[in-house]
């Protein structure tokens, strides 16, 4: 089970809400984490809530017991996470590595027809780039169900442009990675400021222990 995937939400900087259940809910475990399908609800604009999809998505449909996604994505761009395990998202795929197995499904709150709300089509880059992130997946490997859906035409969503949208993610991920390095280059300014001190103050030892200690500081946080 995904059981660090309410962690791996949460580098997003996005607000998750945790549903009840979520670490043991599923149709058993994924093989293996290798596509972050993106999906949308379809569920009319009138319905009214944050994501008034949640428990169709949890529970499932007469035809398909739930889950039916691990995450959902609310119009306000909270990530509610559902399920650790497998869930009924993408159906029939032209890979397995897109099937439900091997993908993590997330299920956006959008009618389908509107244009999406910026502040939530942000938050949907935002969720996929810490995904990919924290699975170790390339931009690529972040799919619209209409793209892994067989027979080609079978599924719309998401209503997006998916190259557009990775690129966004692309974008997104070298703004995180920033952000991760943003602690060291304080640390290591500082480093050197009491070398050059050390230096002044005629310490020629300490200088240099301190340069290898910066050394070591950099090589750790590359790693
Ligand atoms: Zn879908």
Redesign the pocket.
Same mark, same amino acid.
């Given at each position: 089970m995904l059981t660090d995937l309410a962690a791996a939400c949460r580098k997003s900087g996005l607000p998750v809400t945790e549903i009840d259940g979520w670490r043991t809910r599923g149709h058993g475990s994924l093989s293996a984490v290798e596509t972050i399908a993106c *999906?949308h609800t379809a569920t009319p604009k009138s319905a009214a809530g944050d994501y008034p999809s949640l428990r169709v998505v949890r529970d499932g449909r007469s035809d398909l017991p739930g889950p039916l996604s691990q995450l959902g994505l609310g119009r306000d761009g909270t990530v509610y996470v559902i399920a650790a395990g497998v869930a009924y998202?993408a159906g029939a795929t032209f890979t397995t590595a897109q099937d439900n197995w091997h993908a993590i499904g997330i299920e956006a709150e959008h009618d389908g027809v509107s244009p999406w709300p910026p502040a939530q089509y942000a938050a949907y880059v935002r969720l996929v780039a810490a995904l990919c992130e924290h699975y170790g997946l390339a931009p690529a490997r972040a799919l619209g *169900?209409k793209e892994i859906a067989t027979p080609k035409g079978r599924?719309i969503?998401p209503n997006f442009d998916m190259i557009q949208f990775r690129s966004d993610v692309t974008r997104e991920i070298a703004n995180l990675r920033a952000l991760r390095r943003k602690p060291i280059r304080r640390t290591l300014r500082k480093i050197t400021t009491a070398i050059q001190q050390a230096k002044a103050d005629g310490y020629t030892g300490l200088a240099d222990a301190l340069k290898k200690n910066r050394e070591r500081a950099r090589k750790n946080h590359a790693r």
């Open positions: *999906h998202h *169900h599924k969503d």
